[in-house]
């Protein structure tokens, strides 16, 4: 069983700086990438103000927009919440989605976050997957990861299991501590020795966006070209053939 997944951080429609709304020129290059599953981050689900302004903004939440007829199969989970919307995670699929759980790991005084955990049914076998954006603050990332093994300590141990998004680790400290606590390997690091750089995606410096695996017998990055992923977002995505 070989499938595609890709991860992306959608910068909430816009481009480099907030300058553009760029969603359509998004969606355009995530379909391109023929992936069978996408890990979305900072996807928008709802902002009045915005709706009311920007011209060509979707009637539907971004999640759907960017799923279209590709992706049949979509969960979503709300982790920030304002007053004109919201937006967090989101997974889409070619796989049928059995569940899907958004698990609050949000603390106290910091930014609102939540790991999205889906279980997809895959022909003869079962796939979990948990869509991740960790926060800013060293110490925030650190219970969050805590928490995400905890996440992970509940799943069965010979399921194959997919982690993958933003984990904003510039400081490259979430390797070790989940491959002690969940068995995970990062894809990147595995292949090339080192994990990617991804932001700023115009020029990639810090290693932020990750895609990690347990229980697969291959896993191999692919190369995903500078344009027109560059001006999309902020961060670069990273894409993956995983083979079970």
């Keep these: 069983m070989s499938f595609t997944i890709l991860t992306v951080n ?25 992936a069978d599953i996408v890990f979305l981050q900072e996807v ?10 920007v011209a060509d903004w979707p009637e539907a939440p971004h999640y759907e927009f960017l799923a279209d007829t590709l992706w049949k199969e979509f969960a979503y989970g709300r982790n ?10 989101a997974l889409l699929s070619k796989f049928p989605i059995v569940s ?9 005084g910091r ?5 999205l955990h889906c279980v ?10 948990v869509c991740v954006h960790l926060g800013l603050a060293e110490a925030q990332r650190r219970r969050e990861i805590e928490l995400l093994c905890g996440l992970i300590d509940e799943l069965p141990r010979g399921v194959p299991l997919l982690v993958a998004g ?36 115009r020029w990639p410096l810090l290693k932020l966006d990750r895609i990690y695996v347990r229980n ?29």
Excluded at 12 to 30: D, S, T
Excluded at 44 to 53: F, I, K, P, T
Excluded at 80 to 89: D, I, K, M, R
Excluded at 120 to 129: Q, S
Aim: net charge neutral; hydrophobic share 40%; aromatic share 8%.
């Design 44 to 53: 928008m689900g709802e902002h009045e103000l915005h709706s009311a302004r």
């Design 10 to 34: 959608t910068h909430k429609g816009f481009g480099f700086l907030n300058r553009r709304f760029i969603l359509h020129e998004l969606r355009e290059a995530v379909r391109s990438v023929s």
């Design 111 to 115: 930014e609102q976050r939540g790991l």
């Design 166 to 201: 933003d984990f904003n680790d510039w400081r490259l400290v979430a390797h070790s501590r989940l491959a002690r606590c969940a068995g995970l390997h990062e894809v990147f690091v595995q292949a090339q020795g080192d994990a990617a750089r991804t932001f700023p995606a």
């Design 216 to 244: 697969a017998a291959v896993h191999q990055p692919m190369v995903l070209p500078r344009q027109p992923w560059s001006h999309l977002s902020d961060h670069a995505p990273l894409a993956a053939q995983i083979e079970l």
């Design 100 to 108: 899907f759980e958004n698990r609050d790991v949000s603390q106290s």
């Design 80 to 89: 920030a919440v304002y007053p004109e919307g919201h937006h967090g995670n």
């Design 120 to 129: 997809l049914r895959l022909p003869g076998d079962t796939l979990h997957a």
